[in-house]
């Protein structure tokens, strides 16, 4: 019994020793990796130091919350105006449902008319006029409901353009976030800035950025108007 | 469309979405068809508290919300006893095949497009109410 076991001994130290060999080459190999990322992180930090990259960066973050307040102003404005839209089919939907009505209840008063006996040549002629019309109002009231239904369906653009600017809006700010970290990280300047330091600059780019963004736009025309008349026009 | 010429006229609808438009949409829709009772919810949650205040007969969902989305509804729908036989159709932007087949895996009655028109969204509905009508016989 005791071979077995001494056998087994030592197929179990000659498993753990190519086990530790195999650990030992994995963790040189992860070393190595280590070190060529070290690498090649070095030689993009020189890169972009020496290429201007940073101030290119500082210049293209400076851009994204323009973008994204120009997304919104989009998103914003299509909201707006399918609401202006869809309230004046909500309104006139019901005026025309009125006026079928009317123009039914006018075309069954006037048939009932016309079945009298002995009507005078002329009232029967202006009866057969009124007959006329209310069929007719019939028809362009059901054609203008038709039309103002697909008036509004057209409006379900704002559904669905609305959820792409949402998702563009959202990988922008990962974008941003992301070039800002790239930024802080690379820029020549802040290498020894520490923690601090570095949250100092994001903020003082969050801050740069909102006035950019602020100051830069006008959006309606009591705003232009109070720039040109601020300017002496 | 007559409300006496539809199936269930007097039908509690709830429809689910986060875009205002495509709820005023949707029941302008259902009014045009002739359902009238219309509540409206502007995601899953919402829908689900409303789901416990009001028997509902039908529940017309988007698919993309937030906070909850109309699949996590669907599924919260059919799990619960006293919801699970509601009628539920996905009005949805998702086209891709596999949302499809998660929502009728999920216990959807139908499902429909964006960009729709508004026969389709009636023959849909119509065509549920008529499958429950036949289900209740």
């Known amino acids: 019994m005791s071979v077995p076991t001494h056998n087994a001994q030592n197929e179990f130290d000659i498993l753990k020793s190519s086990e530790h060999s195999e650990q030992s080459n994995k963790n040189e190999q992860q070393t190595e990796i280590l070190d060529r990322v070290g690498k090649i992180t070095r030689v993009l930090h020189d890169s972009l130091r020496e290429l201007g990259f940073d101030r290119a960066l500082e210049a293209f973050c400076n851009e994204i919350p323009e973008a994204q307040d120009r997304l919104s102003y989009v998103s914003k404005l299509t909201d707006e105006s399918a609401d202006i839209v869809l309230t004046a089919i909500e309104r006139g939907i019901p005026l025309q449902d009125t006026l079928l009505l009317q123009a039914q209840q006018a075309e069954q008063g006037t048939h009932f008319f016309l ?29 203008t409901k038709a039309l103002l239904l697909r008036i509004m369906m057209a409006q379900d653009f704002q559904d669905l353009t609305g959820q792409m600017v949402q998702k563009m809006m959202l990988l922008i700010e990962q974008l941003e976030r992301q070039l800002t970290q790239v930024l802080i990280e690379f820029s020549t300047a802040n290498t ?23 100051s830069e736009v006008v959006r309606t025309q009591s705003e232009v108007d109070a720039l040109l008349a601020s300017l002496g026009y | 469309m007559n409300q006496s010429n539809v199936l269930f006229p007097d039908a509690k609808f709830l429809v689910v979405d986060d875009f205002t438009s495509m709820r005023r949409i949707i029941r302008t829709i259902l009014k ?36 909850m989305d109309g699949l996590s509804l669907l599924t919260a729908v059919r799990a619960k006893a006293e919801t699970k036989h509601i009628p539920v159709l996905m009005v949805t932007a998702e086209a891709k095949k596999e949302n499809i087949v998660a929502a009728a895996q999920a216990g959807a009655n139908g499902y429909v497009v964006k960009p729709f028109t508004s026969l389709t969204l009636s023959e849909k509905v119509t065509t549920i109410f008529e499958q429950k009508s036949r289900g209740n016989q």
């Open chain 1, 192 to 214: 020894e800035l520490g923690i601090s330091g570095q949250a100092q600059m994001l903020k003082n780019l969050r801050k740069n950025k909102k006035v950019k963004s602020e």
């Open chain 2, 32 to 67: 045009q068809i002739g359902y009238l009772y219309v509540e409206e919810a502007e995601n899953g949650l919402v829908a689900q508290n409303k789901l416990t205040v009001t028997d509902f007969d039908f529940i017309i969902c988007d698919w993309n919300m937030p906070v």
């Open chain 1, 115 to 143: 079945t009298k006996k002995n009507l005078d040549p002329e009232v029967t002629r202006f009866a057969e006029d009124t007959l006329t019309l209310s069929r007719a109002t019939q028809a362009t009231s059901l054609e």
